[in-house]
């Protein structure tokens, strides 16, 4: 795995964990939008642990190039499902924010967890 794609699935990793604390700790900027969207706030910690989980995996994928893969690959699904949330409420102003979470795993998944 080169320096590049090791930073990005590191940065990858800090963002998207930022995002599940935002969630685990109910950051109003975050539940606030998540209400308006009409997410249910039984998934809020189920969210919260996939984005937790896809964060660790990051991690882990600078060691076990698998893992690494299949985190990026799950957090790109998740934000893409995000970014749909998003779409689907027209709060077109707060689309950017779930692109923003995801594109370092993508770039980090781009660049190569090849080991």
Do not use: C, D
């Amino acid at each position: 795995m080169s320096t590049t794609a090791v930073v990005f699935a590191l940065v990858g990793a800090f963002t998207v964990a930022f995002s599940a604390g935002s969630v685990f700790f109910k950051a109003k900027w975050v539940v606030e939008p998540m209400v308006q969207y009409g997410v249910p706030r039984s998934w809020w910690n189920l969210l919260g642990a996939a984005k937790a989980a896809g964060a660790a995996g990051l991690v882990v994928g600078v060691f076990v190039p698998a893992v690494g893969i299949a985190a990026a690959i799950g957090i790109a699904l998740y934000f893409t499902g995000a970014v749909i949330t998003v779409l689907r409420a027209k709060s077109y102003a707060h689309v950017a924010f779930p692109v923003i979470y995801a594109a370092p795993a993508v770039v980090a998944l781009a660049l190569g967890f090849n080991g």
